[in-house]
T-cell receptor
């Protein structure tokens, strides 16, 4: 009963380093999303995907890249980490956009850039 | 552009009180609206989902209503308990190709024993 799995849960990066946040879902969902949450704020969309091979930018894509080579995996790449990327990152997935369909979230990845 | 606003930003109540959290959104073209709970340092827990054609949903002591035409939703918590202390997030799932959730900033609730 895995659902949406994110790794790592915690990470400290130095300025200028790069890393990849992994996200896997086992529900055969087409829609996948990456959000970031800053203190006292709601979640903001970084990138999304509507299926394997298809990705697009959300509200705050600068400094990030994604790929979607399989239905299950949607990794988020941080290039040249900056202190402004210190945040909590959530991966999410959904089967369709239908009214009755919820979006399932991973448990989050806490990233600090120093 | 869809915007979601939650009022109040913070709320402190004594245990046992009934309370209402408010959420408003600017574009009524939504698929659904969800309420989430978030404990400090934790992820999101989905509480209730209201489809665009529905008026309300109930789960235990929680009742969420939706008035799509006026762009408003409320989350009613009956007989509040200290364990209800958390941040409550409202999110709408809009139209368009993204189909993503657009979140408010949340209401931080503190229930005092």
């Amino acid at each position: 009963n895995a659902g949406v799995t994110q790794t790592p849960k915690f990470r400290i990066l130095k300025i200028g380093q790069s890393m990849t946040l992994q996200c896997t879902q086992d529900m055969n969902h087409n829609y996948m999303y990456w959000y970031r949450q800053d203190p006292g704020m709601g979640l903001k969309l970084i990138y999304y995907s509507v299926g394997a091979g298809i990705t697009d930018k959300g509200e705050v894509p600068n400094g990030y890249n994604v790929s979607r080579s399989t239905t299950e995996d949607f990794p988020l790449r941080l290039e040249l980490a900056a202190p402004s990327q210190t945040s909590v990152y959530f991966c999410a997935s959904s089967g369709t956009k239908g009214a009755g369909n919820t979006i399932y979230f991973g448990e989050g990845s806490w990233l600090t850039v120093v | 552009k869809q915007e979601v606003t939650q009022i109040p930003a913070a709320l402190s109540v004594p245990e046992g009180e009934n309370l209402v959290l408010n959420c408003s959104f600017t574009d009524s073209a939504i698929y659904n609206l969800q309420w989430f709970r978030q404990d400090p340092g934790k992820g999101l827990t989905s509480l209730l989902l209201i489809q665009s054609s529905q008026r309300e949903q109930t789960s235990g002591r929680l009742n969420a209503s939706l008035d799509k035409s006026s762009g408003r939703s409320t989350l009613y918590i009956a007989a509040s308990q200290p364990g209800d202390s958390a941040t409550y997030l409202c999110a709408v799932r809009g139209g368009g190709s993204q189909g993503n959730l657009i979140f408010g900033k949340g209401t931080k609730l503190s229930v005092k024993p």
